[in-house]
């Protein structure tokens, strides 16, 4: 049983605020099936920027459900640009804490009402994309590790829990840290150095061991039909379909996740 | 309101006539087994008709071949560890993907101190591919270790052929079963198999947490992973736990005695359980669906919502079961077994195992038949994938 305080529990058993809006003024969305977590947040605001409703709709665990609740109520009657100020601290203190390992509840939270309002501004964002969290203890996603990793030129996972944090509670994310001082300390080559036999093996490589599961436990699938220069030609099916920018944001992981492993000039075209 | 206890798989009530049987053995005969005194004699002698007990419950010839320990866990550790001890040349063992967590973690370790290890697939019926296990089995494999049956699906391995595969293609190698989820549900019976190790642990059936047993085949050599004194004749030093191990030697006889009322009533309730949520809830789907399971486990997944969410809102209404293993409920990941087995993310994260046992009632399923629904539906009403649902005539 996890440690919930009274509100997450009044919070999932009486969710406030369920359901959507038609007409919404902006949508938000954070997380995905795959992930175990997924939340929808529809908001309604007024001609001076007010949010007058807000409704949500969320696939995850009794925390994901609470932290969803409590936000929608945190944010009416808020001016947008104050709602853009909460931080996912304020959503978990609101519900009175919540467990290290359930934090990411609220930062699911956090990405929707950002995600939200962006789409109230037009903005175009990564509506799909979650910040992996690697260590839920102390609270480091792996794109904060990354860049620590590479400022402070950290080389040992012990290096990493003494100069970051991370890793330093229960060692559950140890092997995650350790893959990406792996990812972080691969030499880099240029796409020019490489004849094009070398450049398809090394693609159809990365794209085996780190894309194609990550696209298939999802539904989704990717192809390699052909390479010419630094461009990576590919066909990408998503399965996300409720997710609007879903194939942006597919054709970044898949972008990002051959730089990283082979050469950072590649660029991903769609076929 | 009563509390409605379908997570068997977890824990079980210690049966009430197994604790009389423990009780005179905590402040009345405290005597120690080893004492040349009659007061201590007379636990000796209790100690005894217990291992005949476990004996007969394992189907054992001999009552020597049992090996009496604190846990399940710690009869995996000792049948795992104590045969590569005792054969240290070799360093390759075969397990299977979908092993409880006490095994898999023990072979993770076993990796980092240098042995090879193959871990056998299973597939969407969670079922082995015996070609698969005869390839893997080479000169160098010194143990396999396969569980009996699945503490998430109930899924029953054919153990005793698997013993027979692996000792056809290497003679030498041990075979260790996990029997912690099949105690108690099936019959086991290990005389004239080539099973040379099995573990069990109490609390499953229906004895206290804290005693469990390992039947080591006469002739099999086990190194010690206590050693101190003589207990156990030297396979495992440290007094007796002599309450705990009279309670499991009753439980055994209990068990056994109750084994035809597994095979049917309880079979019985807990089809009636899976068949009945199947048809009311349109996005219920049965995760194995198999015939070769234990009788009294089902796990079904409740498609586009969230396993963590179901159980809590099932413990409002009095209602305990589990989603995945319980020690991996500390954890975010989804089930390893059911991903093993190929079950689609929409119903991975939403999946609930209900297991019966001999204490369960026809008003107590039909209770969970009732709420249920209920719950699922006002669950769906959160769910972002409402076009989904939809289309499977949930909401």
């Known amino acids: 049983m996890w440690d919930y305080s009274d509100k997450v529990m009044e919070h999932y058993r009486n969710p406030k605020n369920v359901g959507s809006i038609e007409n919404a003024d902006a949508i938000g969305e954070a997380g995905s099936l795959a992930c175990g ?28 459900v609470a932290s969803s609740s409590v936000l929608t109520e945190m944010i009416i009657g808020l001016h947008i640009d104050e709602a853009k100020k909460i931080t996912n601290k304020q959503i978990a203190d609101e519900l009175g804490g919540l467990p290290p390992e359930k934090m990411h509840c609220s930062v699911m939270g956090h990405e929707a009402l950002e995600a939200a309002i962006a789409d109230y501004y037009g903005e175009e964002v990564n509506v799909c994309s979650e910040e992996k969290i690697i260590c839920t203890c102390a609270f480091k996603t792996e794109n904060e590790l990354l860049k620590e ?35 972080v300390d691969k030499p880099k080559i240029e796409m020019a150095a490489m004849s094009k036999t070398q450049q398809i093996i090394k693609i159809n490589n990365v794209i085996e061991r780190f894309i194609a599961d990550e696209l298939r436990k999802d539904g989704g699938d990717i192809e390699l039909v ?37 050469s950072p000039d590649i660029e991903v075209v769609e076929v | 309101m009563d509390t409605i206890y379908l997570d068997n798989n977890a824990t079980t009530m210690v049966d009430p006539q197994v604790v009389d049987a423990m009780t005179p053995y905590f402040s009345q005969y405290y005597g120690n087994p080893s004492s040349m005194h009659d007061f201590g004699g007379k636990v000796s002698l209790k100690l005894k008709e217990a291992r005949e007990q476990v004996k007969e419950f394992f189907g054992a010839s001999l009552a020597s071949e ?17 045969v590569l001890e005792a054969n240290k040349k070799q360093k390759h063992i075969i397990t299977t993907k979908i092993e409880h967590p006490c095994v898999l973690n023990v072979y993770k370790t076993l990796e980092k101190e240098g042995y ?43 153990v005793e052929k698997l013993a027979e595969i692996v000792k056809r293609k290497n003679p030498k190698t041990k075979f260790f079963v996990d029997a912690v989820q099949a105690a108690g549900k099936i019959k086991l019976d290990v005389k004239n198999t080539k099973i040379d190790l099995m573990g069990i642990s109490g609390h499953k059936i229906h004895a206290p947490k ?40 009753k ?20 089809d009636k359980l899976e068949s009945g949520i199947i048809k009311s809830i349109p996005n219920a789907r049965l995760n194995a669906a198999v015939d070769e399971r234990v009788p009294n486990t089902t796990n079904i997944g409740f498609q586009y919502i969230e396993g963590e969410l179901i159980l809590l809102h099932m413990s409002d209404a009095g209602i305990c079961a589990s989603s995945g293993s319980a020690c991996t409920s500390g954890s975010l990941e989804p089930s390893h077994v059911l991903r093993a087995m190929g079950v689609p993310f929409t119903a991975l994260h939403g999946s609930i195992r209900f297991s019966l046992s001999r204490f369960t009632t026809e008003k107590e399923i039909d209770y969970v038949l009732e709420k249920l629904p209920q719950i699922i539906r006002k669950l769906n009403n959160l769910s972002p994938f409402q076009k989904e649902l939809k289309a499977l005539g949930a909401i």
């Open chain 1, 37 to 64: 977590d997924m939340l929808k947040l529809f908001l309604k605001v007024d001609k001076d920027g007010i949010i007058q409703d807000a409704k949500f709709q969320t696939f995850g665990c009794g925390s994901a």
């Open chain 1, 149 to 183: 990793i590479k400022e402070k030129g950290l080389k040992s996972v012990e290096d990493v829990v003494a100069e970051t944090g991370a890793g330093g509670g229960c060692g559950r994310c140890h092997g995650a840290i350790s893959n990406l001082l792996k990812q």
């Open chain 1, 226 to 262: 052909d390479v010419e220069d630094s461009k990576v030609y590919v066909k990408l099916r998503g399965a996300c379909a409720s997710c609007k920018n879903a194939m942006v944001t597919l054709k970044y992981f898949v972008e990002n996740t051959l730089r990283d492993h082979i």
């Open chain 2, 66 to 82: 049992i090996i009496f320990t604190a846990s399940g866990s710690e009869s995996a550790n000792m049948a795992i560890r104590g």
């Open chain 2, 116 to 158: 090879r290890v193959t871990y056998l697939s299973v597939d969407s019926d969670g079922s082995l591919d015996f070609q698969e296990l005869e390839d893997s089995v080479c000169d160098d494999t010194v143990l396999v270790s396969i569980m009996y049956a699945n503490n998430e699906t109930g899924i029953i391995f054919p």
């Open chain 2, 210 to 249: 804290g005693v469990g047993a390992l039947y080591i085949k006469k002739g099999t050599i086990v190194m010690p992973l206590v050693i101190g004194g003589h207990q156990e004749r030297g396979k495992r030093a440290g007094t007796e736990n002599v309450p705990y191990i009279i309670g499991l030697g």
């Open chain 2, 251 to 270: 439980a055994c006889e209990l068990a056994n005695a109750a084994l035809n009322d597994e095979e049917t009533r309880v079979k019985r309730l807990r």
